[in-house]
């Protein structure tokens, strides 16, 4: 039974990976800014400033000087587009399983990412993301972390298929 959760595991770990991909490198964007030079691009597409888009998008959840959708997926997409890599990590790499080397681990994966997104232009570099992803991953590897799913692991190796 063990065997079958590990490859349950994997081919979900894949398809999310694959997900992952899309929806960071091959989704569309909402602004084409090609005619610009990568300094510009850098300059007009980038937020390094913590907390900024955050504040913009729960002013306009409040105040409602924008469409619900857009605050709503960029919140919640960010927060729960890395919650699984909290409980995937330290399944498929038993030296993640501290928290601050997880922290260290998916803080260096989403700068790369944000870098990534950035240099192709298929994103912005938003250090508000990286903190909203990061708090999702967090927050997965919290649950990852509880004696319940812990239990659940533990007592995987016992119980039948159908249980």
Known sequence: MKIVIKVALSISFILYLFALMIIL????RGFQLSDLSMLEYIRYSSNFVPFKTINTYFN????????MDIPIKNLGGNFILFLPM??????FI???NNVSIFSFSMITVLFVIEVLQLVTRRGSF?????ILNMLGALIGYG????????NKLQNRTTLTIFN
């Not at 938003?126 to 990286?130: A, H, Q, R, S, V």
């Open 25 to 28: 490198f091959l989704g569309s």
């Open 60 to 67: 306009a959840i409040f105040d409602g000087s924008m469409n």
């Open 86 to 91: 909290g409980i995937y990590l330290p399944f």
């Open 94 to 96: 038993k030296k993640i």
């Open 126 to 130: 938003d250090i508000d993301d990286l």
């Open 143 to 150: 649950i990852w972390k509880t004696k319940f799913v812990q």
